[in-house]
């Protein structure tokens, strides 16, 4: 029904969808500039609002570059309290940086984690408060043309293609179709683990993946529960009885993986990027409560726990563990996606 409404928005779309081609026209046709800076920057963005995995691929970034260069994430720090440029230190919390940014920072604390929302005016401010700073990761920058970043990963949900989609409001895209073109690697992801190269290719087609383009395949590969405060381990089986607290753009794989694992599980639903309130808290301990089952727990993503850790007193002594996930390359590409990532940061060394 929802989706149905939408399509009556559609003349609103295409205004929209005139104006995003008239602002990039803009920048193409070098009236408004891009910064350019000598220095590997690297951008994870999309065309859609939310849920294509832009998170979990800046988080395989880190793990995959953090051991070799000294990194830096670069937010704009979405529903943040605060304005302007920051780093995160000891006392940041989700209300200072945002949710996404303080999982970064609590997951790797050994980064530079920083927030802004002039990217161009960030970028030099980051360098300049950590000058060994090797390379920059822009979290959901592929929009923001007003700096232009060196390599650019575009990344599209499987099930909700940009091929497929259509403008806000009558859908869910941000950008025109045509700005991938600006993509050097492009990422299907949330796809089926039996993804075949047939399937792979087809796909390709159908987004245009230009010759220039790398384009890559990728599913959900979710790790082991973890207590949210001790840290401890739980398998989630088919004794279990789950209640999962989610405030994320596309809860739909997180549901599906559950209801064929789990017993049952019940949902408590928020908006993405949900600020917990104590009225949320209270609807979650009864909601808990009611459930008849001696083999129950809850259940949150990673980017909900950063926005529940202000009511660790009230929630400590409940079951509530996190469910990690994680980008898993398919069809053996692994390798050559790695490679593609560290030539380019190599290159400026020569």
Same mark, same amino acid.
């Given at each position: 029904?929802?989706?149905?409404?939408?399509?009556?928005?559609?003349?609103?779309?295409?205004?929209?969808g005139?104006?995003?081609?008239?602002?990039n026209?803009?920048?193409d046709?070098?009236?408004?500039k891009?910064?350019?800076?000598?220095?590997?920057?690297?951008?994870?963005g999309?065309?859609?609002?939310?849920?294509? &995995?832009?998170?979990?691929?800046?988080?395989?970034?880190?793990?995959? $570059?953090?051991?070799?260069?000294?990194?830096?994430?670069?937010?704009?720090?979405?529903?943040?309290?605060?304005?302007?440029?920051?780093?995160?230190?000891?006392?940041a919390?989700?209300?200072?940086?945002?949710?996404?940014?303080?999982?970064f920072?609590?997951?790797?604390?050994?980064?530079?984690?920083?927030?802004?929302?002039?990217?161009m005016?960030?970028?030099p401010? $980051?360098?300049q408060?950590?000058?060994g700073?090797?390379?920059?990761?822009?979290?959901?920058?592929?929009?923001?043309?007003?700096?232009?970043?060196?390599?650019?990963?575009?990344?599209?949900?499987?099930?909700?293609?940009?091929?497929?989609?259509?403008?806000?409001?009558? &859908?869910?895209?941000?950008?025109?179709?045509?700005?991938?073109?600006?993509?050097?690697?492009?990422?299907?992801?949330?796809?089926?683990?039996?993804?075949t190269?047939?399937?792979?290719?087809?796909?390709?087609?159908?987004?245009?993946?230009?010759?220039?383009?790398?384009?890559?395949?990728?599913?959900?590969a979710?790790?082991?529960?973890?207590?949210?405060?001790?840290?401890?381990?739980?398998?989630?089986?088919?004794?279990?009885?789950?209640? $999962?607290?989610?405030?994320?753009?596309?809860?739909?794989?997180?549901?599906?993986?559950?209801?064929?694992?789990?017993?049952?599980?019940?949902?408590?639903r928020?908006?993405?990027?949900?600020?917990?309130?104590?009225?949320?808290?209270?609807?979650?301990?009864?909601?808990?409560?009611?459930?008849?089952?001696?083999?129950?727990?809850?259940?949150?993503?990673?980017?909900d726990?950063?926005?529940?850790?202000?009511?660790?007193?009230?929630?400590?002594?409940?079951?509530?563990?996190? $469910?990690?996930?994680?980008?898993?390359?398919?069809? &053996?590409?692994?390798?050559?996606?790695?490679?593609?990532?560290?030539?380019?940061i190599?290159?400026?060394?020569?």
């Amino acid at each position: 029904m929802l989706k149905s409404f939408r399509y009556f928005l559609f003349p609103f779309s295409l205004l929209y969808g005139a104006t995003v081609w008239a602002r990039n026209q803009l920048y193409d046709r070098r009236i408004f500039k891009s910064a350019q800076f000598n220095f590997p920057i690297i951008c994870v963005g999309n065309l859609a609002v939310g849920g294509t &995995g832009k998170t979990p691929m800046t988080e395989y970034l880190i793990n995959l $570059l953090k051991d070799r260069y000294q990194i830096a994430t670069l937010s704009r720090g979405y529903k943040r309290k605060t304005k302007g440029f920051a780093i995160a230190n000891e006392n940041a919390t989700a209300i200072d940086i945002g949710d996404e940014p303080m999982q970064f920072h609590q997951k790797f604390p050994d980064i530079t984690v920083a927030v802004g929302e002039e990217r161009m005016v960030a970028i030099p401010q $980051l360098l300049q408060s950590k000058p060994g700073t090797e390379v920059i990761i822009l979290d959901d920058g592929f929009q923001h043309r007003m700096v232009q970043a060196g390599l650019n990963i575009l990344l599209t949900d499987y099930k909700n293609l940009y091929s497929r989609d259509l403008m806000l409001p009558a &859908g869910d895209l941000r950008d025109i179709k045509k700005s991938s073109r600006r993509a050097d690697i492009i990422i299907a992801t949330k796809c089926n683990h039996s993804l075949t190269m047939t399937e792979k290719e087809l796909l390709q087609n159908e987004l245009q993946v230009l010759p220039h383009q790398s384009f890559f395949c990728t599913s959900i590969a979710y790790g082991q529960p973890y207590h949210m405060f001790n840290g401890s381990h739980c398998t989630i089986d088919s004794t279990s009885d789950v209640l $999962l607290l989610c405030g994320i753009a596309n809860p739909k794989p997180l549901k599906d993986h559950l209801t064929s694992i789990t017993r049952s599980y019940e949902m408590i639903r928020f908006a993405d990027h949900h600020i917990f309130s104590t009225d949320d808290l209270v609807e979650i301990k009864r909601h808990f409560q009611s459930i008849d089952s001696s083999h129950k727990i809850i259940v949150t993503t990673e980017k909900d726990a950063v926005r529940l850790e202000k009511f660790r007193k009230e929630i400590a002594d409940f079951p509530i563990y996190v $469910l990690p996930i994680t980008h898993q390359f398919l069809l &053996g590409e692994e390798e050559s996606f790695k490679q593609q990532v560290l030539t380019f940061i190599e290159a400026f060394k020569n």
